[in-house]
């Protein structure tokens, strides 16, 4: 097992769109089990393939608070999407910030799990805003794409501002 290098924004790369994965084989599962150790590491709710620099349409999540319900979402498509929530979200591409998202609150989704088997899955609440966030990543997009242009450059220059003084060791 290996722990990912995650990308931050302003990050171009994270503006990739993800090409669909054309075969689950072992090398892509030792991927999504090196996404699983960065994910719970870091610590997060779900990690996209595109954040570790792996432009492919895969996304793994874990919502629960046991961390024991892991999710593997490979080439997801969403079916249905119902009704509106409203919820703070953060990304570990953007540390440290937190902002209100409207999301869909009822997802169906379909997708190929790590056996590379087809499945349909209903998704609400936490694990609902998780999915649509992560499939967001896989078109280059992310949460502050939602908020005004005015504070995604406030964010977007502390960020900046914050990793050079990292790398000048600033405090
Ligand atoms: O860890 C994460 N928490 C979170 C909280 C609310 C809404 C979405 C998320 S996803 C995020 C991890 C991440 O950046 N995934 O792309
Ligand atoms: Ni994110």
Do not use: W
Request: aromatic content about 6%; charged content about 35%; hydrophobic content about 40%.
């Amino acid at each position: 097992m290996a722990k990912l290098k995650i990308l931050e924004f302003p990050d171009p790369r994270l503006r990739t769109r993800a090409a669909p994965v054309e075969t689950v084989d072992d090398a892509l599962r030792t991927l999504i089990d090196d996404m699983f150790e960065t994910m719970y590491e870091a610590p997060g709710i779900g990690l996209a393939a595109t954040q570790v620099d792996v432009h492919r349409r895969l996304l793994v999540a874990d919502v629960s608070s046991e961390k024991n319900e892991p999710y593997v979402l490979i080439n997801p498509e969403i079916l249905e999407k119902d009704g509106v929530a409203v919820s703070e979200e953060g990304c570990l591409s953007v540390p440290g910030y937190y902002e209100e998202v409207e999301r869909a609150e009822h997802i169906r989704v379909r997708f190929l799990d790590r056996d590379g088997n087809e499945v349909e899955m209903e998704a609400e609440g936490l694990l609902a805003v998780c999915i649509q966030h992560e499939m967001d990543h896989l078109e280059g997009k992310l949460f502050v794409d939602y908020l005004s242009e005015a504070k995604r450059g406030r964010i977007r220059k502390r960020l900046l501002r914050d990793r050079r003084h990292q790398a000048a060791d600033v405090a």
